[in-house]
């Protein structure tokens, strides 16, 4: 089910490369969106340029809960790799631990769309980065709000460099939807669906997400 009526986006990730690239798009557009950011990073680049901003901790679940109030739908863009583990980041907070908590705070703040940025085999998950992965979703899942899941093929811009072999493969007729997908293409179908409000309760991936890459004008 879609809907016309106005929709205001909470972007949890909005610094990340994915977050950057959506808030980008969405400042150029009108779009009405809250970024959240982390206290430290409020005032650097690109979060000191934005008009509007959701400064504060994930764990301060009544703060979250009242920066919600008013928007229709909550975007999770928080993920983070194996290289980033000797900060102190783990697939169980960045990924599956922060998408409780963005979740609970929706439910309590009246939200009625919940978008997750996932990643392409978490559908059959091998390995920690996916079975993370696949364990957000099953929190998306169970939690009764309207979901639309978000699962890319391997990325490319900015930092993102996908295998060169991966090019090669996706010329073959059945892999041809595991070509590389640019974060500008990600940026456009995530919008696309918040502000659609549309797929409900599905799972974008392969074919379906490539047709909403076209959909988006990308």
């Known amino acids: 089910m879609s809907t016309t009526s106005p929709r205001h986006l909470f972007v949890a990730g909005a610094t990340g490369a994915t977050g950057r690239t959506l808030m980008r798009q969405a400042l150029a557009r009108g779009v009405s969106v809250l970024p959240h950011v982390r206290p430290k990073s409020a005032n650097t680049e690109p979060a000191s340029t934005w008009p509007r901003k959701a400064a504060l901790e994930l764990a301060d679940a ?19 790799m194996r290289k980033r583990f000797a900060a102190g980041d783990t697939y169980e907070t960045s990924d599956i631990g922060t ?22 085999g978490a ?7 996916l079975k993370a992965k696949a364990e957000a979703e099953r929190i998306v899942r169970d939690s009764g709000l309207a979901y639309t899941m978000v699962r890319p093929p391997a990325l490319e811009g900015e930092y993102h460099r ?11 007729p059945l892999l041809h939807n595991l070509k590389p997908m640019h974060l500008e293409q990600l940026a456009a179908v995530l919008l696309r669906v918040s502000e659609q409000r549309a797929p409900l ?13 076209e959909a988006a004008g990308r």
């Open 162 to 172: 996908p295998p060169g072999f991966m090019h090669t493969v996706a010329k073959l």
């Open 99 to 120: 998408t409780r908590q963005l979740v609970d705070a929706a439910k309590a703040a009246g939200v009625d769309h919940f978008v997750l940025l996932t990643s392409v």
């Open 201 to 213: 309760n599905a799972v974008l991936e392969g074919k379906s997400l490539w047709a909403e890459v």
């Open 123 to 129: 559908g059959t998950p091998v390995g920690a980065y």
């Open 62 to 80: 009544p703060a979250l809960v009242e920066a919600m109030r008013g928007s229709t739908t909550v975007l999770q863009l928080i993920g983070t």
